[in-house]
């Protein structure tokens, strides 16, 4: 079975601070891995994926994670938070045979103080 | 237009009734997806569809059931609304292919009262 753990229901950063977002994950099978953004009254927006190959992976809005296989993390950061990051972010899991079914963590909520 | 469009927006309705959230897609995606968010647990995935004659459970689904009426539409009901039903509910969609992640819709904010 798949698992995800957000460690941080919320996280307040100010502006111009770096933004470290934690997310570790379980899988019996080499992982997909996801993080998406929700901005307050929407839906989810994939900020960026890792699936194979490089294990550093660059998002949309300057966000970057790292897939660290040996941690079982895949920790989301942005060297320079701005006030629109201010939003939900969720981590998510698949195991590929299933296609887009993911697993998600509980979700952290980014604020960004000015 | 979106590309996963779900109506209603917003519903509020009484215990016991049945109601229906509907969703629509114009990606062309085969799977699509039913998810309900609530605070602090993040989203659960209630029922899923890898094509038409396709459909299985999540690991929320009871409470709940779908009808996949072709390849764009995907329904959820909940046959008989309970109050801690009320909660955030998500339309996805994704590509077969490995790693292709989820599209997600607006929402459908539930409230059962």
């Known amino acids: 079975a798949q698992s995800v753990t957000q460690l941080g229901s919320h996280v307040s950063v100010s502006e111009g601070a770096l933004v470290l977002l934690r997310c570790n994950y379980s899988?019996?099978?080499?992982?997909?891995l996801f993080w998406y953004v929700q901005y307050p009254n929407q839906g989810l927006q994939l900020l960026l994926k890792?699936?194979?190959?490089?294990?550093l992976v660059k998002g949309i809005n300057g966000f970057e994670a790292e897939f660290k296989k040996s941690e079982t993390s895949f920790h989301l950061t942005k060297p320079s938070a701005h006030m629109s990051d201010a939003a939900e972010y969720f981590c998510?899991?698949?195991?590929?045979?299933?296609?887009?079914?993911?697993?998600f963590g509980q979700g952290t909520e980014l604020s960004v103080k000015p | 237009d979106a590309d996963v469009t779900q109506t209603p927006r917003n519903r509020i309705t009484k215990t016991g009734k049945r109601i229906m959230l509907e969703c629509s897609q114009t990606?062309?995606?085969?799977?699509m997806y039913w998810y309900r968010q609530d605070p602090g647990l993040g989203l659960r995935l209630i029922y899923y569809?890898?094509?038409?004659?396709?459909?299985n459970k999540g690991e929320i689904s009871d409470g709940y059931s779908v009808s996949r009426q072709a390849q764009a539409k995907f329904s959820l009901s909940l046959e008989s609304a309970i109050p801690n039903q009320t909660a955030l509910y998500f339309c996805?969609?994704?590509?077969?292919?490995?790693?292709?992640?989820?599209?997600f819709g607006q929402g459908t904010r539930l409230t059962v009262v």
């Open positions: 569809s890898f094509d038409v004659k396709d459909i």
């Open positions: 890792y699936t194979t190959g490089a294990t």
């Open positions: 990606k062309g995606h085969d799977r």
């Open positions: 899988s019996s099978v080499p992982p997909y």
């Open positions: 996805a969609t994704s590509e077969s292919r490995a790693g292709s992640g989820a599209f």
């Open positions: 998510a899991v698949s195991d590929g045979r299933k296609g887009g079914k993911l697993i």
